[in-house]
């Protein structure tokens, strides 16, 4: 693996309702440098004068990394993206029979021909390091994404990316897709995943184990429709699972609960990695097992994301659970929890359908 690429200023901003503007489109980018992202795609350059302000802002962020633009492999949109010296120009063409036929009124002679003439355009023009998204690959025929992929290899690619535009692939399937890729080419291959069927994030993750160099993400997932592979969970997965230290954890959240506030789509307190009540246990038996030692029912440490254990006290309590919270408050429950209390507890608590604040714990104490 050599990287992750992030997508929030391009393929999350397509998300309905979603908007960033330049100031925010730099807080985030700023974020993700924090977390250590490997490129960042900023957008698109076609009819998009505030791109030209971002790219000259973005460059001067200390530890900025590589920037890519999005076009479309079309002349006009090539010529305006090479413009502006991205240090990465990631071009996208149509695969698929559906997208060639249906969208765009062609054929794959017309495909072959577009990608031959687009990499010698930009070659003509600019030593960016030059990426070509095979849009709907994974509804293409895999005898024409092979030809697609070698013939861009012989016309001086570095990139080529499997997109799973409308999110129709499981794990095995990309797994397969992306390790009959690598056993043919010798450039590097990105995947670029969406959620459809909520397999995104395990879909980017398998191909990373099947050889693919890069892997699409966003911030919170944003993206069209049900959105794209998650930055955190892939992130965190890979640093937590496969010992990828490069990546800062910490930062995660201030950039998750950032994109959060300025997309106006709020982040669920039970957001993987980074939600804020993921490492809030009331069950009985969890918080036995999390006192006696929490790797028996947390993943990786709390504190690792900025976050801290919680226990609440409900009718899901058990003895354990009760005396822990009662010996935190500084009453002495001399080994043991009198049934009375903790029958009140349970009672209380499936009466009002609640968990209790410290405070309504000391005042059963005194009843």
Known sequence: MKG?????????????HVYFDLTEKLRIIDLLIKVGVDEIELGIAVQNPETRELIKQAGKL?????????CRCLPGDIEQSVRLCPDVLAMSIPVSDIHIKNKLGRDRKWVLARVCE??????????????????????AEPDF?????????????????????????????????????????????G????????????????????????????????????????LEEVVGFLAKRKGMDKYNLKSLRPLSEYVAKVSGIPLSSRKP????????????????????????????DPAEVSLRRKFLISKKAGRSALRHKLRSL???????????????????????????TDEELLGFCSI
């Not at 992750?4 to 309905?16: F, H, N, V």
């Not at 200390?62 to 999005?70: S, T, V, Y």
């Not at 959620?195 to 966003?218: P, R």
């Open 191 to 230: 995947v670029h995943a969406h959620n459809d069927f909520g397999m995104a994030t395990a879909n980017a993750v398998s191909a990373l184990a099947a050889g693919t160099d890069f892997a699409d993400v966003t911030v919170n997932g944003l993206g069209e429709r049900a959105g794209n592979a998650v």
């Open 62 to 70: 200390a530890g900025c990394p590589k920037l890519a633009l999005w």
């Open 330 to 356: 500084g009453i002495n429950t001399e080994d043991y929890i009198p049934e009375k209390l903790l029958m009140k507890v349970k009672n209380e608590s499936s009466r009002l359908k609640k968990s209790f």
């Open 273 to 300: 990695v980074v939600g804020k009540d993921i490492f809030t246990c009331e069950s009985g038996i969890h918080i036995d097992g999390l006192i006696k030692n929490p790797s028996n029912y947390e993943p990786f």
């Open 118 to 139: 687009g990499i010698r355009q930009v070659r003509n023009s600019s030593s960016c390091y030059l990426s070509l998204g095979l849009e709907d690959a994974s509804r």
């Open 4 to 16: 992750i690429i992030d997508s929030t200023l391009r393929e999350g901003e397509q998300a309905a």
């Open 145 to 189: 994404v092979d030809e697609v992929c070698l013939l861009a290899e012989k016309e001086g690619i570095n990139r080529v990316r499997f997109a799973d535009t409308v999110g129709i692939m499981d794990p095995p399937a990309i797994f397969d897709a992306i390790s009959r890729l690598r056993s043919l080419l010798f450039i590097d291959i």
